[in-house]
């Protein structure tokens, strides 16, 4: 073996282990000769398979990415202001090479310099093959475009040299597998019931974010989960936990719950640091508390516009969570036209099969409400107060068919002077302002008790004849004088 293979062997021991084991492996088909020896090739090829998550002994071929740039740059030595590429088919071309390559993931400096030949190669199917590569030194680096594939922390620039030594053997084709950090989608659910079933009561809704994990030592400079509220909610409370330790508003996130935005403290972020040091799996769990405000025209509030973004990367969430509400418009009559006031009414959630009881319940009610002056029913605690806004359905896997909800009407208190009929009914709340109930409940007037005929009914009668025999007199009175000037 000559004196140059040695060096060479020599030098690139370390690298071969240290430098590849960030981004890879490198493999060969079958032994070949030094660059220097006789059958040796004269080129080389340099193939990388561009995966997704931390870097492991065994990548898994389901986590290639593809439209990853890579850009590989032909390294050289400065000499007399000129940058002549590294041959390291000669002796000298692996001096001191060792003190490059310890530099990575630097790009080359001091007596090194990078050529102006580039070669740019984007990952199909997670693999890019740079051909035809003379023997020498490159530096790898992942370029601008990531392919949309949301990465979050690129794969550290570094050396290879074509050949490479391994094991006794050399390389000419060389293989590697850099991973990259992603940031994988957040996603959302809504609890199953509301916390109230009138407008103004609360919904919560759970979002899950993954937390990435970072290449090269790095550290979060960015942390920040947004929930773009639809106009129907508004912002009341929130619970943030990493993987179920309760995290501390004001020390480790601020809230701003007009965005409505969570976003990392420097306190908060080093708890990510430190999270992600133990486990590849974090997890931020936020649970959202929102006040519904009002009733659409049709109903369906989707909660759509949420991401997480790491140290510039954000990635919005796919799975949409909806909350449905509906109306119930009530109002009091006495069966002729005439509006009632005073009439009270309450509702029940009908929990058991849509079923309404005979019977008032003693508790439970949703909602107590009077008849104004024009026989609208105004329900006490709520905004507005007519129509009644009721929640129908919550949905975590996408929107519902035709989702509806039973509740219980009952007339509790009867105006004075109209009949206190028992008044049960079951009414079926759909969607939206525009397919309100409009429910309209009768009490005729009692009746009267029979009077005498001298009474005051029997005066009237006598009064209504005596008005009427006082017109016959004076017509015959007026017919009788038209017959005497007649006669005369």
């Not at 493999?27 to 220097?36: E, I, N, V």
């Not at 916390?195 to 919560?204: D, E, K, Q, Y």
């Not at 942390?223 to 508003?249: F, K, Q, R």
């Not at 329900?379 to 507005?384: I, L, S, Y």
Request: charged fraction near 10%; aromatic fraction near 6%; proline fraction near 8%.
């Amino acid at each position: 073996m000559t004196g140059p293979t040695k060096l060479a062997r020599r030098t690139l021991a370390a690298f071969g282990v240290a430098a590849l084991a960030v981004v890879g492996v490198a493999s060969a088909a079958t032994a070949l000769p030094g660059p220097d020896q006789p059958g040796a090739p004269t080129s080389g090829s340099l193939t990388v398979n561009k995966y997704k998550g931390a870097p492991t002994p065994t990548p898994n071929p389901a986590d290639l990415l593809s439209g990853v740039e890579f850009v590989v740059t032909p390294v050289g030595t400065l000499e007399g202001g000129t940058c002549t590429a590294i041959d390291t088919a000669t002796f000298d071309g692996w001096a001191g090479l060792d003190a490059l390559f310890a530099t990575a993931p630097a790009a080359p400096a001091g007596g090194y310099c990078l050529l102006p030949t580039q070669t740019v190669e984007e990952t199909a199917n997670g693999t890019a093959t740079f051909e035809d590569l003379d023997l020498g030194v490159y530096y790898v680096q992942e370029g601008a475009d990531n392919g949309n594939n949301n990465i979050v922390s690129k794969v550290p620039s570094f050396y290879v040299s074509i050949p490479l030594p391994s094991s006794n053997d050399w390389i000419y084709d060389v293989v590697t597998n850099p991973k990259n950090a992603v940031v994988n989608q957040p996603s959302k659910t809504i609890s199953e019931a509301p916390g109230g079933v009138v407008v103004g009561s609360t919904v919560t809704w759970n979002l899950t974010v993954p937390v990435p994990v970072l290449n090269n030592d790095e550290l979060f400079t960015q942390a920040v989960i947004t929930d773009v509220l639809h106009a129907s909610l508004s912002y009341t409370s929130s619970v943030l936990t990493l993987n179920g330790t309760p995290l501390v508003e004001g020390a480790d996130y601020t809230v701003d719950g007009a965005g409505v935005t969570w976003t990392f403290t420097p306190a908060g972020r080093a708890k990510l640091d430190a999270a992600a040091a133990d486990t590849t799996a974090d997890v931020i769990a936020v649970q959202l508390v929102t006040r519904v405000d009002e009733v659409t025209a049709d109903g369906i509030v989707p909660n759509e516009d949420y991401s997480s973004t790491f140290n510039g990367t954000t990635v919005p969430g796919e799975v949409t969570p909806y909350t449905y509400w509906g109306q119930l418009h009530v109002t009091k009559n006495d069966g002729a036209g005439t509006a009632l006031q005073g009439a009270e009414f309450q509702v029940f959630d009908a929990a058991v099969a849509g079923v309404c009881p005979a019977e008032v319940p003693a508790t439970g009610a949703v909602a107590t409400g009077t008849s104004d002056a024009a026989g609208v029913v105004q329900w006490a605690g709520v905004t507005p107060t007519s129509p009644l806004g009721l929640w129908v359905a919550n949905s975590s896997d996408g929107p519902l068919v035709d989702p509806s909800h039973v509740y219980c009407v009952y007339e509790t208190a009867v105006p004075a002077g109209y009949t206190a009929q028992p008044f049960t009914t079951a009414q079926t709340i759909t969607p939206g302002s525009s397919n309100a109930v409009v429910l309209a409940v009768s009490n005729p007037q009692v009746q009267g008790p029979d009077l005498p005929l001298t009474g005051a009914g029997g005066t009237l009668a006598m009064t209504v004849g005596g008005l009427a025999l006082i017109g016959v007199g004076v017509g015959t009175v007026v017919v009788t004088r038209r017959r005497r000037r007649t006669a005369a």
